[in-house]
C-alpha cells in the first residue's frame, strides 16, 4: 500500500499548488487563531479554488465553537475535518463529514483505547506532545508507542522532515504522513524543494519496505 501524503499549515496560494503538483494527497488548512499557520475563511477560499483535481481539503480545529465550524464548512469546500483538541466523539462526527482525531503522544495514552472510542474516525493522527502547542512544534515522539496493528488508519506526524521520512515509512508503516513545519522555510511559508525532497522520500520508504520485504 502507498504512504499516503498530507501537508499541513498553508497559507499561501502558491505553496499549495507547488504541493499539488509535486503529488500531495492533502493539504491541511488551520482555524487555529493562536496558530502562527492560521488562515482566515477569505484566505482559505482563495487556497482551495487553485487547487488541482483530486487534492483533498483538510480543515483542523482546536475545540472550536459550533458557530465557527459551520462557518467555515459552509464557506469552504472541504474533504475531511481533523479535530486537534480535547474534542469528544460526538462533536467530531457532529457535522457529517469525514474525520480524523488527532492524539499528542505521551506515556499515558492508550491509541487502542482512544480509537474504540473513535470508531468511525477516518484515521488517528498521531503527533508529539508539547505543553505550549498544538501541533508543528518540529517535535518527534517514540514509534514504539504505537500498537501494531491499530483499530484505525494511523497518520504519522510530529517532527517528520524530508531527513526521516523514509525511515518513518518503513519503521511505522503508517497509512499516511503529515508534515508542516519540516517543509517549511519560515512558518506558515512551505520550501517548494523540502516539499519535493519529503515526497520523494516517502516513496523511497515505500519502494524500499517492499523490496526488503520480498528478500
Given at each position: 500500500m502507498r504512504t499516503r501524503v498530507k501537508i499541513c499549515g498553508f497559507t499561501r496560494v502558491e505553496d499549495a499548488v507547488c504541493a499539488a503538483q509535486e503529488g500531495v494527497d492533502a493539504i491541511g488548512l488551520v482555524f487555529y487563531p493562536p496558530s502562527p499557520r492560521h488562515v482566515t475563511i477569505a484566505q482559505a477560499r482563495k487556497i482551495v479554488a487553485a487547487l488541482p483535481?483530486?487534492?483533498?481539503?483538510?480543515?483542523?480545529?482546536?475545540?472550536?465553537?459550533?458557530?465557527?465550524?459551520?462557518?467555515?464548512?459552509?464557506?469552504?469546500?472541504?474533504?475531511?475535518?481533523?479535530?486537534?483538541g480535547d474534542e469528544p466523539p460526538e462533536v467530531c462526527r457532529h457535522y457529517g463529514k469525514p474525520y480524523i482525531k488527532a492524539l499528542r503522544m505521551q506515556a499515558n495514552v492508550d491509541v487502542s483505547e482512544v480509537a474504540a472510542?473513535?470508531?468511525?474516525?477516518?484515521?488517528?493522527?498521531?503527533?508529539?506532545?508539547?505543553?505550549?502547542?498544538?501541533?508543528?512544534?518540529?517535535s518527534c515522539f517514540d514509534w514504539e508507542m504505537i500498537p501494531r496493528p491499530c483499530p484505525l488508519p494511523i497518520i504519522l506526524a510530529g517532527g517528520l522532515e524530508p531527513a526521516n521520512a523514509s525511515a518513518a515509512v518503513k519503521a511505522v508503516r503508517p497509512y499516511a504522513v503529515d508534515v508542516s513545519s519540516g517543509v517549511e522555510a519560515d512558518k506558515g511559508v512551505k520550501d517548494a524543494a523540502k516539499i519535493a525532497a519529503f515526497i520523494q522520500k516517502v516513496n523511497e520508504g515505500d519502494r524500499s519496505y517492499y523490496y526488503d520485504a520480498t528478500l
Open positions: 483535481a483530486f487534492t483533498s481539503v483538510v480543515a483542523l480545529f482546536v475545540d472550536e465553537l459550533d458557530t465557527n465550524i459551520r462557518d467555515v464548512l459552509n464557506q469552504v469546500s472541504v474533504d475531511c475535518i481533523q479535530f486537534h472510542r473513535y470508531v468511525d474516525a477516518a484515521g488517528l493522527l498521531l503527533d508529539a506532545y508539547h505543553p505550549g502547542a498544538q501541533g508543528g512544534t518540529g
